[in-house]
């Protein structure tokens, strides 16, 4: 776990609750090229948007600085994955994988 927490290889889970609907973060990261689910919940003040992101443990700075910037109030939570199966995972390419 210590030896792939330092590679940053596997995947996170980030669990990302917010109160603020002004700011359209969620856009924010689907443009940064992070695959997302958001719903519409309630917390103990009212209406929350509730937001499950799966990442490459390497993005996940990149990921919370875009939560942080436009929304500096919201509640994340981060969990290792161990297995993930289906769904909608984004793997950019990096430009040096590319041949010609």
Same mark, same amino acid.
């Given at each position: 776990?210590?030896?792939?927490?330092?590679? &940053?290889?596997?995947h +996170?889970?980030?669990?990302?609750?917010?109160?603020?609907?002004? #700011?359209?973060?969620?856009? =924010?990261?689907? %443009?940064a090229?992070? &695959?997302l689910t958001? +719903?519409?919940?309630?917390?103990?003040?009212?209406?929350v948007? #509730?937001?499950?992101?799966? =990442?490459?443990r %390497?993005?996940?700075?990149?990921?919370?600085?875009?939560?942080?910037?436009?929304?500096?109030?919201?509640?994340?939570?981060?969990?290792?994955?161990?297995?993930?199966?289906?769904?909608?995972?984004?793997?950019?390419?990096?430009p040096?994988?590319?041949?010609?």
């Amino acid at each position: 776990m210590t030896i792939e927490r330092w590679i &940053g290889a596997g995947h +996170v889970l980030i669990r990302i609750v917010s109160r603020d609907d002004s #700011v359209d973060w969620v856009q =924010a990261l689907r %443009k940064a090229g992070f &695959g997302l689910t958001s +719903v519409q919940g309630e917390g103990s003040e009212g209406n929350v948007n #509730v937001v499950l992101l799966v =990442a490459r443990r %390497k993005r996940t700075t990149e990921a919370l600085k875009i939560i942080q910037d436009l929304e500096p109030q919201a509640f994340v939570t981060l969990d290792p994955i161990s297995h993930a199966a289906g769904g909608y995972l984004v793997a950019p390419v990096a430009p040096s994988a590319l041949r010609k």
